[in-house]
Nanobody, 119 residues
């Protein structure tokens, strides 16, 4: 079993910054990709950014230039630095990890952390 624990959400004014962290633990042989998704009220869960084992990253257009994803492979941890936050960034942010573990290749999700950006 693999657990993902997120931290770093909160309330911030527009233009401010937050840093999210997500640590994976458990029966992990390797992690292929880690990423962040978000879900606003009444909307589907959407991709924000991903990073693979080669540190190649991918972003949704709306956050390019403002958000930066990074990972510490030794700690099985992924980060999301969010700058120049906008009210439309308000959502629950979920960490995702594609893990090779005891059960083979599987996707795991964190419990979510709330990010609220006030105008």
């Amino acid at each position: 079993q693999v657990q993902l624990v997120e931290s770093g959400g909160g309330l911030v004014q527009a233009g401010g910054s937050l840093r999210l962290s997500c640590a994976a633990s458990g029966s992990i042989f390797s992690i292929r990709t880690m990423g962040w998704y978000r879900q606003a009220p009444g909307k589907q869960r959407d991709l924000v950014a991903t990073i693979n084992s080669g540190d190649s990253s991918n972003y949704v257009d709306s956050v390019k230039g403002r958000f930066t994803i990074s990972r510490d492979s030794a700690k099985n941890t992924v980060y999301l630095q969010m700058n120049a936050l906008k009210p439309e960034d308000t959502a629950v942010y979920y960490c995702n990890a594609r893990v090779v573990g005891r059960d083979g290749l599987r996707d795991y999700w964190g419990q979510g952390t709330q990010v609220t950006v006030s105008s």
